[in-house]
């Protein structure tokens, strides 16, 4: 694309993307299905889609990712995909042996009309294995309602209320995130010493250790037994509106489990909104771990808050990523003046509110006025960019074409990146997530200072 | 489907030889089993590959978000010039067009970007969706060509009506309607590359060494293409093909309608090189060009033999598994490996054809594992089997191989040196080499810490 983007912004009657700044539903149910223990998450439809599913996530993560498809054909998408679905489910079971097999479906198999949630119960499933679904057509949503929809199906196929008095513990569904996230944020937790069960779980699937061996289902996942229990527990904690409110809701009403949706817990006081609310629900004291690392956090914002005050900033990805990102850098003094997400308002049938609404609140409190999109597309980020120039940009790999053709410090952070490697074992969750992110942007942005500094400018201690 | 102890399927089973063992015919070509973990992609895939490297066309993609955005720019096909080609262009269908028709968001979106973009080609790709919900591609695109007069090609790609080949199809139909002349075609003496995508820059050896022997190159499908070069393919008196499993039957087409003879050749390794550039010289006729392409073969093989040899050295005895898209490529890996020192003891492809199956059949040592449409479980067992020390393959297989403490090398759309020629050759050598020689395998314990050192090998 380099830079073919023209500057001149025109109405755009077509409706039509270009350069997306998000992709389809079944990659997140994916996703999410590979956070339940030994669980095969299965694809209905076509085997295109599913193998460009894998792919991506395996570029995302750098491991293998198993998932299973009807393996369609023109005749099946004629009669129906039914006949495909009950030989998968047989398949399935006996050869790759999961626990749990949980399909979502395509966008063919969702036009040509197949009932999923019958075709399941007329198919036989052996005792102890269980098979669950989502519908998640890609004419809806995005990527993070794919990642909603399977997490509720699991609430919906799963989870049961089975206890007279509720049990001192606490859900976390903790979003479209990486692993290394949901490492971060169940330690806070259990430093907190509550009870919890994190569903869907990833760590321990897509960022296994190397043991020489290759696992089809790697120690990871929350188990059914967990997500069964979450009907019992007390409090459920949705972090991430668009991906976590609408399972955490409707846990809420299968199961009469309440819930409290919060911001991704990225930066200072989306963290401290976590650990508050874990306080409050749970009368425990925060421990004093975690005040200092609190307390380390303050004392890296005030080293080097002068060099983000005032700095512009655009950025980009999945909805509850950019909130928690914009939160963050609005805290050290930066304005993000370009804010913009590829998923559309909230998620499907959601309870979910506006990303845009959101983003605007916050900015308004902090007296900037800035473009804000939700459903938006990279070419629009880059017509803005191009006549409202940033001083950093961050988002996904995908920026980093506009960083190129506008020559932007870049910063990556979101899904997919798929140019650099580690990121997904490292958390920007929690005050050590924020530490880190202090420490990306920080160099970012020094290193291009150090690059353009004229010879003498060029300073030893910055 | 049966299954043994091992964890066999049973209706594999004919999708799986080893060589010198059983005299039984492998199965290929065939549809993969419901409920399979497959590695093979879709029709649309494949025509997508093809055509992308066009690189100052819109290639738009009629359906929902998803596929635009897998497809965008993972290529790795470079420009000399246009980059519009390494944009994702999407009509981004919404429920609405799924019940009443995505012809209106059709229209708006390819008038909007020609507007856009001032392009002279568009090409339209259908998905799985449009197949089911019946947009008169071919309605539309007439009519936009018209109305914008540029030209604007459907490419009837639906993901379900058969795999990556019949993608490869669809994309040489599209290319066949491009080229089609309005007026008499003036021969030249120049020859068409077909079946290179200028992965790395890869189409660049290549013209760079048929430059030296005198060949006159009209236009390479599709690395590094263009609207204007493309149109002047039919003028050629000759097409040379690379990758055969995507351009054979364009080749067949060309053939019929301008006779243009064909033949295939391969720069994948010293051997197949020096031996593509006789095949070209001695084809032309010319005997200034098989002159000049002996100098050529001679100087470069002096040249990159003495490179190749250290490697050898290291990497002799080791074992190779391939598993790639197509079955000419895998042909040329086993004799590439051969030059490096390493036997290959376990091939298969997504979409090999029959007889490709035969060369290697031919081609491999006794004892080879030969397999069509592979699974990961099927690969793990094999390469451990046969005690594999290297993998080629594509990016869902690198993980793989990784987690089996296996060295890796991608020979599909992520390499990001060229293979290609006796550059590529040398760096093949160097790539394989770093991998199956890395430290890192030093670190692989697999009961802890104390185990300490073991060797790869
Ligand atoms: S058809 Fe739908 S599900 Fe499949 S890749 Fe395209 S958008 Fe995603
Ligand atoms: S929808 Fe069809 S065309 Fe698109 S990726 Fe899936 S199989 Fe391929």
Request: hydrophobic content about 40%.
């Amino acid at each position: 694309m380099l830079d073919c983007t023209p500057k001149e912004i025109t109405e755009r009657k077509s409706g039509g993307m270009i350069n997306p700044a998000k992709t389809c539903q079944p990659i997140g149910a994916m996703y999410a299905a590979l956070g339940i223990h030994k669980c095969l998450p299965h694809s209905h439809g076509s085997q295109g889609c599913c193998s460009y599913h894998r792919m991506h996530l395996t570029r995302h993560f750098r491991d293998p990712v198993m998932a299973s498809t009807s393996c369609f054909t023109e005749g099946s998408s004629v009669f129906g995909g039914g006949a495909n679905l009950k030989a998968s489910i047989q398949n399935v079971f006996h050869i790759y042996k999961p626990d749990v097999m949980a399909i979502h479906t395509t966008c063919l198999t969702e036009t040509i009309g197949d009932d999923v949630s019958s075709i399941i119960k007329t198919a036989d499933v052996a005792e102890g294995k269980l098979v669950i679904h989502a519908n998640t057509p890609s004419y809806v949503g995005s990527h993070i309602t794919g990642f909603s929809n399977m997490t509720k199906a699991m609430v919906s196929y799963i989870a049961e209320s089975t206890l007279p008095v509720k049990k001192e513990q606490v859900n976390i569904i903790p979003g479209f995130v990486n692993p290394g996230d949901m490492r971060e944020i169940k330690r806070l937790v259990k430093s907190m010493d509550i009870e919890y069960i994190m569903f869907p779980d990833t760590s321990g699937v897509v960022d296994s250790p190397m043991t020489g061996e290759f696992e089809m289902y790697p120690e990871g996942g929350t188990t059914v037994e967990q997500i069964k229990d979450t009907g019992n527990s007390q409090l459920t904690l949705a972090l991430g509106r668009f991906a976590s409110s609408d399972p955490a809701d409707l846990l809420n009403k299968q199961c009469e489990v309440p819930a409290a949706v919060l911001k991704t817990p990225i930066g200072i006081k989306a963290t401290d909104a976590l650990l508050m609310t874990l306080r409050n629900s749970f009368a425990r004291e925060i421990p004093k771990e975690l005040e200092i690392e609190r307390g380390q956090l303050v004392d890296i914002m005030t080293d080097t808050h002068f060099h983000f005050h005032g700095k512009t900033v655009a950025i980009f990805g999945d909805p509850d990523i950019v909130t928690g990102i914009t939160e963050f850098v609005l805290s050290l003094g930066m304005v993000p003046v370009h804010v913009l997400t590829g998923t559309p308002g909230g998620s499907s049938n959601s309870a979910a509110g506006s990303f845009e609404d959101d983003i605007n609140e916050m900015l308004t409190t902090a007296g900037i006025t800035a473009n804000v999109k939700s459903a938006g597309d990279l070419f629009t980020l880059h017509q803005w960019i191009k006549n409202q120039p940033v001083d950093l940009l961050i988002g996904n790999t995908y920026g980093k074409y506009i960083a190129r053709a506008e020559d932007i410090p870049f910063m990556r952070v979101g899904f997919p990146i798929l140019d650099r490697s580690v990121h997904s074992y490292l958390p920007i969750v929690g005050y050590q997530g924020a530490m880190r992110l202090i420490e990306m942007i920080s160099n970012t942005l020094l290193d291009r200072a150090d690059r353009d500094a004229k010879d003498e400018d060029f300073e030893l201690v910055m | 489907m049966a299954e043994d102890n091992a964890g066999r399927i049973a209706e594999r089973d004919g999708f799986i030889v080893t060589k010198g063992k059983n005299k039984k015919q492998l199965q290929c070509d065939t549809d993969s089993s419901a409920g399979c973990v497959s590695q093979r992609a879709c029709v649309y895939c494949g025509a997508r590959v093809v055509l992308n490297p066009i690189t100052d066309a819109i290639h738009l993609v009629h359906g929902p978000i998803g596929c635009a955005s897998y497809t965008w720019d993972i290529r790795g096909s470079l420009s000399s010039g246009a980059e519009l080609y390494r944009n994702s262009f999407s009509t981004d269908l919404k429920e609405q067009d799924i019940i009443f028709g995505g012809a209106k968001r059709l229209n708006a979106a390819i008038d909007g970007l020609v507007e856009k973009y001032q392009a002279k080609l568009v090409f339209v790709y259908s998905t799985c969706i449009v197949g089911v919900i019946g947009d008169d591609l071919e309605a539309i695109c007439t009519a936009a060509s018209q109305k914008h007069n540029i030209e604007v090609i459907p490419v009837e790609s639906s993901g379900f009506i058969g795999n990556k080949s019949a993608g490869y199809r669809a994309a040489g139909d599209a290319l066949l309607r491009l080229i089609k002349p309005s007026e008499p075609i003036v021969k030249s003496n120049s020859i068409n590359y077909l079946g290179d995508f200028n992965l790395a820059g890869e189409a660049w050896i290549i013209h760079n060494y048929l430059r030296q022997i005198g060949v006159e190159l009209n236009v390479t499908f599709t690395g590094d293409s263009h609207y204007t070069a493309l149109k002047s393919a039919p003028k050629a008196k000759l097409n040379i093909i690379q990758c055969a499993g995507s351009m054979l039957y364009l080749a067949g087409k060309m053939e019929e309608l301008y006779q243009i003879p064909y033949i295939q050749i391969s720069f994948l390794g010293i051997e197949d090189t020096a031996a593509s550039l006789r095949k070209i010289a001695a084809t032309l006729g010319e005997e200034s060009m098989i002159a000049k392409a002996e100098d050529l073969i001679a100087k470069e093989t002096a040249r990159v033999e003495a490179i190749i040899k250290g490697y050898r050295d290291k990497l002799q005895g080791k074992k190779a598994a391939i598993y790639v898209g197509g079955g000419f490529k895998a042909i040329s890996l086993v004799k590439q490996f051969r030059e490096i020192g390493i036997d290959v003891v376990m091939i298969g492809t997504q979409t090999g054809r029959k007889e490709e199956y035969e060369t290697i059949n031919n081609l491999v040592d006794d004892g080879t594992v030969i397999l069509d449409d592979a699974n990961p479980a099927e690969l793990e067992r094999f390469m451990m089997e046969k005690g594999a020390h290297l993998l080629v393959g594509g990016v869902k297989e690198r993980p793989l191989a990784y987690k089996l403490g296996i060295a890796f090398i991608d020979h599909n759309h992520d390499r990001k040196h060229p293979l290609s020629g006796f550059e590529g050759a040398v760096n093949f050598a160097e790539e394989v080499y770093s991998t199956v020689c890395s430290p890192v395998w030093k670190s692989l314990s697999k009961s802890g810490i104390d185990r300490g050192v073991t060797d790869h090998g």
